[in-house]
């Protein structure tokens, strides 16, 4: 069993910053890419960010790129994503995930096995 807890989460104003960071434990693990997702009230969870473990490969979502950076930390099984021009629209809770399982070709956006309880961030206009 994989366990991910975040942090990071809360309320700034648009144009704010904020930091979410992501830790990873369990006795086995192993990650070929990590995600952050989101999901505002009334809408489905949408795919955010992904790196991959190896090789730190990211990818992003069209309405987050150039603002939003994740990165991650091998040494302590912990993602980020830094999130920058916070906008009011980003307010959602967001999840991460792992995917723990490697690939010939990796899709950013499906295959992860383990996710987080989320981090509520809300931002005001």
């Known amino acids: 069993q994989v366990q991910l807890v975040e942090s990071g989460g809360g309320l700034v104003q648009a144009g704010g910053s904020l930091r979410l960071s992501c830790a990873a434990s369990?006795?086995?693990?192993?990650?070929?890419?990590m995600g952050w997702f989101r999901q505002a009230p009334g809408k489905e969870r949408e795919f955010v960010a992904a790196?991959?473990?190896?090789?730190?490969?990211?990818y992003y979502a069209d309405s987050v790129k150039g603002r939003f950076t994740i990165s991650r930390d091998n040494a302590k099984n912990t993602v980020y994503l830094q999130m920058n021009s916070l906008k009011p629209e980003d307010t959602a809770v967001y999840y991460c995930a792992v995917r723990t399982k490697s690939t010939v070709v990796w899709v950013p956006t499906l295959g992860y096995d383990y996710w987080g309880q989320g981090t509520q961030v809300t931002v005001s206009s």
């Open positions: 369990g006795r086995t693990f192993v990650s070929y890419a």
């Open positions: 790196i991959r473990w190896s090789g730190g490969n990211t």
